[in-house]
C-alpha cells in the first residue's frame, strides 16, 4: 500500500500530570512555532477556563509541528481518567501513541486504560519516561513496571519491543540514554524516534473518498467544524461530499471551508489527502462518528465505540425557595436544551429522560467529568439541582452486577493499617502492596465504584493530607452486597431566616457547620454535617435574649469557627440518598430532597415500622 512518509500522526497518552501538555508545548517552542520574545502561556493547549483553573487537560486537542519535511500531527489527550472518553476518541485519529510514565511515579491506573486501548487498536507504543530530573526518580525500575504492565496487559512480541526514550518535558530535553546527566540539547532523539517508530498513513490509490468525524468545534465565522482524518482519497474545498449519518441516511453538502493544522493555527487549505487531519466547514448538524464520502461512491466508516457510562446523576430545574435569585437560565426548556448541546461534542456522556418533566439523567465516566459539566452551565448562568451520584448496575445474565474501579494509593506506611481498614469496610480487595522502602508504600485495590463516591474526603483526613489515590473503571462483578457509606449525619435547617452568630456558636458543637452568620437558609437546607450518624433539625436562626448583657457579638464572632466552604466537588461527594444540592452562579447549596421536615419525620417513622413511604 502506498505510504504518505511526510505525515506522521500521533496521540500523546498518560495518566494525569504526567507532562503531556508540558512537552507539546516543547514541541513547539522548538519546531519554531513562537517567536523568541512571544509571551506564551504554559501548557498552551490547555486553553478552557476550568482547565486553567484545575491545571489539567479536560478536551483533547491536536496540534501540529514541522520535523524536517515532515508534518508530525500531535493528539494531546487528557489523563485524568473521567475524561477517558477523549482518549479513546483521540485514537482513532492516530497511526501510533507516545506513551508517557512520570520517571517517579511509574505507571498509574489510567496508564494501565490509556495502554490497553492503545494495545487493543493495534498501535505502536513509544515509552517516554518523563520527569527524569525528579530527585526521586526511579528510571530502571520504572521502564520495569511499564514492561510487567505490557506483559498483564496480554501484549504480543512485536508490541512488547518498543522503544524508550527519556525526557524532560520542562525543560524540552531528551535522550535515549537513561542516565538523567546524558540529556541531549533538544527533543531531537524524541522526534527520531517518532519519525522511525511511528508509521506514516497509508492508503489505497483506487479508494474512493472516506473521511471520518472525530470531533466538533465551532468557529465564529463559519459556525460549525467538523474534525476529521481523511482515511482514503483527497477532499477538496469548494466541492460536494456524501454526509453519511449514523442513522444511515446519506445526504449531498458542499465542504465550504477547509482547514489544516500548523502549530496552534488553523489554516485554509484547497484539499488534503488521506492521512490528514483536517476540519470542515458547510455542514451545520454534523456529529461525531459520521462520515465525508465520495458522493458517487459513499462507503461510511465504522463508527466510534467507547466505554460505557459507569456513573449517573441527576440534573433539574432549581425548585428551593431561594429559586431565581442568582441565576439568569431557570427553566426547565433552557436546560434541557443545554444539555443536550453537551452531548453533541461529547462522545462518553448520554441524556436520559427521568419521571419528572424538569429533570434529566446525565450518565457520564465519573464524578469530575460531571461536576465539570455542571460548573460549566454554573458559569453560563444556570440554576440547578443536582442529585446524589449513583453508579450505573448491570444485569449480566440474569444477576446484578456493579461497576468495580482498580485504586492505587501512595501513602507513608504508618497509615497503612486505616487505608487498609477504609478499603476493607467497602468491600475492596488488595491486589498488590510494594514497599519502595522509601517509607511510602503503593497499594493497589480493586473495590466496588459506589465505595468511591464520597472517599476522597475521608481518605485525605484519615492520612492527614498525605495520601495519594487514583481510580479507573476495572469491569462489571457481581454485586458486593451492601456497607456503609457516609459515617454522619446532617444538621439541617428547621425553617427559613438568616442565620446569627448565637445560634451557629451553639451548633458547632455538634459538628462542622457549612454556613456562617447573615447566610439566607431554608426549611430543609443543609447547614453542617453531625458529628453523629442521624441527621437533626436546627434552629440557625435563633437570636440572642436581649436581657443577656454580658457577651457582645463582637465575642461571639471571635469564638465562631470559620464555616467549611463547599465546593461543587465536595457538595457532590457528601450528600447522602436523600439529599441533593443547589447550583447557582452564586452559591452551592446543600439539601434535603424533601425539604419539610414534617414530610422527613413520617417517613422515618414509616420506615421504622417497616413501611414503605407513599
Ligand atoms: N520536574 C518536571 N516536571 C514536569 C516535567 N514535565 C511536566 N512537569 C510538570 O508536571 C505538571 C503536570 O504537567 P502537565 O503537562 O499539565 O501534565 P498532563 O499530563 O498534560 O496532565 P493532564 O492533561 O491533566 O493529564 C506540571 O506542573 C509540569 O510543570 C518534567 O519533565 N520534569
Ligand atoms: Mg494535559
Same mark, same amino acid.
Given at each position: 500500500?502506498?505510504?504518505?512518509?511526510?505525515?506522521?500522526?500521533?496521540?500523546?497518552?498518560?495518566?494525569?500530570?504526567?507532562?503531556?501538555?508540558?512537552?507539546?508545548?516543547?514541541?513547539?517552542?522548538?519546531?519554531?512555532?513562537?517567536?523568541?520574545?512571544?509571551?506564551?502561556?504554559?501548557?498552551?493547549?490547555?486553553?478552557?477556563?476550568?482547565?486553567?483553573?484545575?491545571?489539567?487537560?479536560?478536551?483533547?486537542?491536536?496540534?501540529?509541528?514541522?520535523?524536517?519535511?515532515?508534518?508530525?500531527?500531535?493528539?494531546?489527550?487528557?489523563?485524568?481518567?473521567?475524561?477517558?472518553?477523549?482518549?479513546?476518541?483521540?485514537?482513532?485519529?492516530?497511526?501510533?501513541?507516545?506513551?508517557?510514565?512520570?520517571?517517579?511515579?511509574?505507571?498509574?491506573?489510567?496508564?494501565?486504560?490509556?495502554?490497553?486501548?492503545?494495545?487493543?487498536?493495534?498501535?505502536?507504543?513509544?515509552?517516554?519516561?518523563?520527569?527524569?530530573?525528579?530527585?526521586?526518580?526511579?528510571?530502571?525500575?520504572?521502564?520495569?513496571?511499564?514492561?510487567?504492565?505490557?506483559?498483564?496487559?496480554?501484549?504480543?512480541?512485536?508490541?512488547?519491543?518498543?522503544?524508550?526514550?527519556?525526557?524532560?518535558?520542562?525543560? %524540552?530535553?531528551?535522550?535515549?540514554?537513561?542516565?538523567?546527566?546524558?540529556? %541531549?540539547?533538544?527533543?531531537?532523539?524524541?522526534?527520531?524516534?517518532?519519525?522511525?517508530?511511528?508509521?506514516?498513513?497509508?492508503?489505497?490509490?483506487?479508494?474512493?473518498?472516506?473521511?471520518?468525524?472525530?470531533?466538533?468545534?465551532?468557529?465564529?465565522?463559519?459556525?460549525?467544524?467538523?474534525?476529521?482524518?481523511?482515511?482514503?482519497?483527497?477532499?477538496?474545498?469548494?466541492?460536494?461530499?456524501?454526509?453519511?449519518?449514523?442513522?444511515?441516511?446519506?445526504?449531498?453538502?458542499?465542504?465550504?471551508?477547509?482547514?489544516?493544522?500548523?502549530?496552534?493555527?488553523?489554516?485554509?487549505?484547497?484539499?488534503?489527502?488521506?492521512?490528514?487531519?483536517?476540519?470542515?466547514?458547510?455542514?451545520?448538524?454534523?456529529?461525531?462518528?459520521?462520515?465525508?464520502?465520495?458522493?458517487?461512491?459513499?462507503?461510511?466508516?465504522?463508527?466510534?465505540?467507547?466505554?460505557?457510562?459507569?456513573?449517573?446523576?441527576?440534573?433539574?430545574?432549581?425548585?428551593?425557595?431561594?429559586?431565581?435569585?442568582?441565576?439568569?437560565?431557570?427553566?426547565?426548556?433552557?436546560?434541557?436544551?443545554?444539555?443536550?448541546?453537551?452531548?453533541?461534542?461529547?462522545?462518553?456522556?448520554?441524556?436520559?429522560?427521568?419521571?419528572?418533566?424538569?429533570?434529566?439523567?446525565?450518565?457520564?465516566?465519573?464524578?469530575?467529568?460531571?461536576?465539570?459539566?455542571?460548573?460549566?452551565?454554573?458559569?453560563?448562568?444556570?440554576?440547578?439541582?443536582?442529585?446524589?451520584?449513583?453508579?450505573?448496575?448491570?444485569?449480566?445474565? %440474569?444477576?446484578?452486577?456493579?461497576?468495580?474501579?482498580?485504586?492505587?494509593?501512595?501513602?507513608?506506611?504508618?497509615?497503612?493499617?486505616?487505608?487498609?481498614?477504609?478499603?476493607?469496610?467497602?468491600?475492596?480487595?488488595?491486589?498488590?502492596?510494594?514497599?519502595?522502602?522509601?517509607?511510602?508504600?503503593?497499594?493497589?485495590?480493586?473495590?466496588?465504584?459506589?465505595?468511591?463516591?464520597?472517599?476522597?474526603?475521608?481518605?485525605?483526613?484519615?492520612?492527614?493530607?498525605?495520601?495519594?489515590?487514583?481510580?479507573?473503571?476495572?469491569?462489571?462483578?457481581?454485586?458486593?452486597?451492601?456497607?456503609?457509606?457516609?459515617?454522619?449525619?446532617?444538621?439541617?435547617?428547621?425553617?427559613?431566616?438568616?442565620? @446569627?452568630?448565637?445560634?451557629?456558636?451553639?451548633?458547632?458543637?455538634?459538628?462542622?457547620?457549612?454556613?456562617?452568620?447573615? @447566610?439566607?437558609?431554608?426549611?430543609?437546607?443543609?447547614?453542617?454535617?453531625?458529628?453523629?450518624?442521624?441527621?437533626?433539625?436546627?434552629?440557625?436562626?435563633?437570636?440572642?435574649?436581649?436581657?443577656?448583657?454580658?457577651?457582645?457579638?463582637?465575642?461571639?464572632?471571635?469564638?465562631?469557627?470559620?464555616?467549611?466552604?463547599?465546593?461543587?466537588?465536595?457538595?457532590?461527594?457528601?450528600?447522602?440518598?436523600?439529599?441533593?444540592?443547589?447550583?447557582?452562579?452564586?452559591?452551592?447549596?446543600?439539601?434535603?430532597?424533601?425539604?419539610?421536615?414534617?414530610?422527613?419525620?413520617?417517613?422515618?417513622?414509616?420506615?421504622?415500622?417497616?413501611?414503605?413511604?407513599?
Amino acid at each position: 500500500m502506498p505510504l504518505r512518509s511526510s505525515i506522521r500522526n500521533v496521540a500523546i497518552v498518560a495518566h494525569v500530570d504526567h507532562g503531556k501538555t508540558t512537552l507539546v508545548d516543547a514541541m513547539l517552542w522548538q519546531s519554531g512555532a513562537f517567536r523568541a520574545n512571544q509571551d506564551v502561556a504554559e501548557r498552551v493547549l490547555d486553553t478552557g477556563d476550568l482547565e486553567r483553573e484545575k491545571g489539567i487537560t479536560i478536551l483533547a486537542k491536536n496540534t501540529a509541528v514541522r520535523y524536517g519535511d515532515v508534518k508530525i500531527n500531535i493528539v494531546d489527550t487528557p489523563g485524568h481518567a473521567d475524561f477517558g472518553g477523549e482518549v479513546e476518541r483521540g485514537l482513532t485519529m492516530v497511526d501510533g501513541v507516545l506513551l508517557l510514565v512520570d520517571a517517579s511515579e511509574g505507571p498509574l491506573p489510567q496508564t494501565r486504560f490509556v495502554l490497553r486501548k492503545a494495545l487493543e487498536a493495534r498501535l505502536p507504543v513509544v515509552l517516554v519516561v518523563n520527569k527524569v530530573d525528579r530527585p526521586d526518580a526511579r528510571i530502571a525500575e520504572v521502564v520495569d513496571e511499564v514492561y510487567a504492565l505490557f506483559l498483564d496487559l496480554d501484549a504480543d512480541e512485536s508490541q512488547i519491543d518498543f522503544p524508550i526514550v527519556y525526557c524532560n518535558a520542562r525543560t %524540552g530535553h531528551a535522550s535515549l540514554d537513561p542516565d538523567p546527566e546524558s540529556l %541531549g540539547p533538544d527533543l531531537q532523539p524524541l522526534l527520531d524516534l517518532i519519525l522511525e517508530h511511528i508509521p506514516p498513513p497509508t492508503y489505497d490509490a483506487s479508494h474512493a473518498l472516506q473521511a471520518l468525524v472525530t470531533n466538533l468545534d465551532a468557529s465564529p465565522y463559519v459556525g460549525r467544524l467538523a474534525l476529521c482524518r481523511v482515511v482514503q482519497g483527497t477532499i477538496r474545498r469548494g466541492r460536494q461530499v456524501a454526509w453519511c449519518r449514523t442513522d444511515g441516511t446519506i445526504e449531498r453538502v458542499k465542504v465550504t471551508e477547509l482547514y489544516v493544522s500548523e502549530a496552534l493555527d488553523r489554516v485554509e487549505a484547497d484539499e488534503a489527502g488521506p492521512g490528514e487531519l483536517i476540519a470542515v466547514a458547510g455542514i451545520p448538524e454534523v456529529m461525531i462518528g459520521e462520515t465525508l464520502a465520495d458522493p458517487l461512491d459513499p462507503r461510511p466508516l465504522p463508527v466510534i465505540s467507547v466505554d460505557e457510562p459507569s456513573l449517573s446523576m441527576t440534573i433539574g430545574i432549581n425548585t428551593s425557595p431561594l429559586a431565581g435569585r442568582e441565576g439568569t437560565k431557570v427553566t426547565a426548556r433552557l436546560i434541557e436544551n443545554r444539555l443536550a448541546a453537551e452531548l453533541v461534542g461529547n462522545v462518553s456522556l448520554r441524556l436520559l429522560p427521568t419521571d419528572r418533566p424538569d429533570t434529566w439523567e446525565v450518565q457520564g465516566r465519573g464524578e469530575l467529568q460531571l461536576a465539570v459539566l455542571i460548573e460549566q452551565m454554573r458559569r453560563e448562568g444556570f440554576e440547578l439541582t443536582v442529585g446524589k451520584p449513583q453508579v450505573l448496575t448491570r444485569t449480566i445474565e %440474569g444477576t446484578l452486577h456493579e461497576p468495580v474501579e482498580r485504586v492505587s494509593v501512595d501513602a507513608p506506611e504508618e497509615y497503612l493499617g486505616v487505608v487498609t481498614q477504609l478499603f476493607a469496610l467497602r468491600k475492596g480487595r488488595t491486589e498488590a502492596l510494594v514497599n519502595h522502602g522509601t517509607g511510602w508504600v503503593r497499594l493497589d485495590v480493586v473495590v466496588p465504584a459506589r465505595g468511591l463516591i464520597g472517599f476522597r474526603t475521608e481518605f485525605l483526613t484519615e492520612t492527614r493530607g498525605t495520601g495519594i489515590l487514583h481510580h479507573v473503571f476495572e469491569r462489571f462483578e457481581p454485586w458486593h452486597g451492601e456497607f456503609r457509606m457516609r459515617p454522619t449525619g446532617s444538621l439541617v435547617a428547621d425553617r427559613a431566616g438568616k442565620t @446569627t452568630s448565637f445560634a451557629l456558636l451553639n451548633l458547632q458543637e455538634r459538628g462542622s457547620l457549612f454556613v456562617g452568620p447573615g @447566610t439566607d437558609v431554608y426549611e430543609g437546607m443543609i447547614v453542617g454535617e453531625n458529628s453523629r450518624p442521624e441527621d437533626l433539625d436546627v434552629n440557625a436562626t435563633k437570636e440572642k435574649k436581649l436581657t443577656n448583657i454580658r457577651s457582645s457579638t463582637s465575642d461571639e464572632l471571635v469564638r465562631l469557627i470559620p464555616p467549611r466552604a463547599m465546593s461543587l466537588d465536595q457538595a457532590l461527594e457528601l450528600i447522602s440518598e436523600d439529599e441533593c444540592v443547589e447550583v447557582t452562579p452564586l452559591n452551592v447549596r446543600l439539601r434535603k430532597v424533601e425539604l419539610s421536615g414534617q414530610s422527613r419525620q413520617t417517613a422515618v417513622s414509616r420506615k421504622a415500622r417497616g413501611l414503605a413511604a407513599v
